[in-house]
């Protein structure tokens, strides 16, 4: 069945368009948020505070956005959270233009904000399977990965231009209106999502402790959260905090922030866009040989002397993280049961961004004392690089599904 077949399907179509403007705006939001800091309240040690608070209550509550999506309708959930997040970014708008923004208030805007795409993320997984074909499930991860991405390709091209042409709150507007326009595409009665499943009624604690039950007993579950830690703490947390920098330790500009931004966005856009056409079947041993690449390409970037070359390079760590991600979306969602969807998959973002204020903690903190950002990256990669070769050779099982 091609996959072409996924746009004949309204609901698809909506809750698709709807990520688009939803991840477009996400991104807007850092990329303003990460200039605006550096530039006009502060440092690499405050940038990586912001950066924290956007992510720490998002981790705190992902759980609890899982048991949500599990209990009640996904569209909603989705709804509810990019209406309030555009009200948030109505404010950051209001007081940026009249510069009546504070550190105090942008951690506490950046952390409601971050806390709400707790809700959103596993609500949007945990519908896929239930609105497509099993037979479609890759390509339909593929696609919305590589939404995802197009936040990286469009979001800081746009956030750069209006940064540079009119103004960081200008930057914000536009955010407001795209996160308000993902919020109206998902209206739920433009959906009519089914009923959720009733289930036996147990506490909150109790619901939780089915998924991470669920979980445990699953060798290739444990196996894929451990990569998904890796990454996103030795590769992609890490450049979140190191891309920034290292454009201003370069004497960049907003746009050189976009085009490197945007090139880790195009790599992760054409790894997404060949797992759309072409099926994996060994999907474990897909995801931890992607691993291995970005982690390479992350130590070379690593030492990498200018701009121009340096995005060029970001292009392949994307285009590596793609075969680490939809590989094994994929493969969780096929293997695992729809009851606790919404909870296993709350449980997989935890693991993929849980230990991301760690890696923004331990960049910052480590470039505030004086110690080269090159020479951070470099022992990172290398020391994810060592435990990756370990996981290759003790999780045979993993590779084989």
């Known amino acids: 069945m091609s996959p072409l077949f996924l746009f004949n399907n309204r609901i698809f179509v909506l809750l698709f368009a709807s990520s688009i403007f939803a991840v477009v705006g996400f991104s807007m939001f850092l990329t303003t948020t990460t200039w605006y800091v550096i530039t006009d309240l502060g440092s690499a040690g405050t940038l990586g505070l912001v ?12 759980a609890f956005g899982g048991l949500l999506a599990d209990k009640y309708k996904k569209t909603t959930i989705m709804f509810s959270t990019n209406l309030i997040q555009s009200i948030l970014l ?23 904000f971050g806390m709400l795409d707790a809700f959103f993320g596993p609500a949007s997984s945990s519908m896929i399977p239930k609105i497509v074909d099993r037979t479609l499930l890759q390509p339909a991860n593929a696609v919305f990965q590589g939404v995802d991405q197009i936040s990286f390709v ?11 042409q009119v103004s960081v709150s200008g930057s914000y507007l536009v955010t407001t209106g795209l996160v308000f326009l993902s919020a109206v595409l998902i209206f739920p009665p433009y959906i009519k999502e089914s009923p959720v499943e009733k ?3 147990q506490t909150p604690l109790q619901d939780l402790k089915v998924g991470f039950s669920y979980i445990r007993h699953s060798n290739f579950l444990l196996t894929g959260l451990l990569v998904l830690i890796i990454l996103n703490f030795f590769v992609f947390g890490a450049l979140h905090v190191a891309i920034p920098l290292l454009v201003d330790a370069y004497g960049g500009t907003p746009l050189n922030l976009s085009y490197m931004e945007v090139s880790l966005g195009i790599g992760l856009v054409v790894g997404t866009g060949f797992l759309s056409m072409i099926p994996i079947k ?5 995801s931890l040989s992607g691993l291995v690449c970005a982690l390479i390409a992350f130590i070379i970037f690593s030492w990498v002397p200018n701009l121009i070359l340096l995005t060029v390079v970001v292009f392949f760590i994307g285009l590596s993280m793609s075969f680490v991600f939809v590989p094994f979306f994929t493969a969780a969602q096929e293997t695992t049961d729809i009851h606790v969807m919404g909870r296993v998959m709350s449980l997989i973002f935890l693991a993929m961004n849980g230990f991301d204020p760690v890696a923004y903690a ?14 951070i990256l470099f022992g990172l990669g290398v020391i994810g690089l060592m435990i ?11 590779q084989q599904v």
């Open 154 to 164: 469009i979001g800081p091209i746009l956030a750069g231009f209006l940064m540079e």
């Open 362 to 375: 331990l960049v910052s903190g480590l470039a505030a004392i004086q110690i080269p950002i090159q020479f």
């Open 282 to 286: 060994r999907r474990g041993k897909t």
């Open 199 to 201: 289930g036996t009624k």
């Open 388 to 398: 990756t070769i370990v996981l290759f050779f003790t999780s045979k099982p993993y």
């Open 90 to 112: 109505l404010i950051i708008f209001i007081l940026v233009s009249q510069d009546n923004m504070t550190l105090a208030l942008l951690l506490i805007l950046s952390g409601l």
């Open 51 to 62: 950066l924290i608070a956007a992510t720490v209550p998002r981790i705190l509550m992902m």
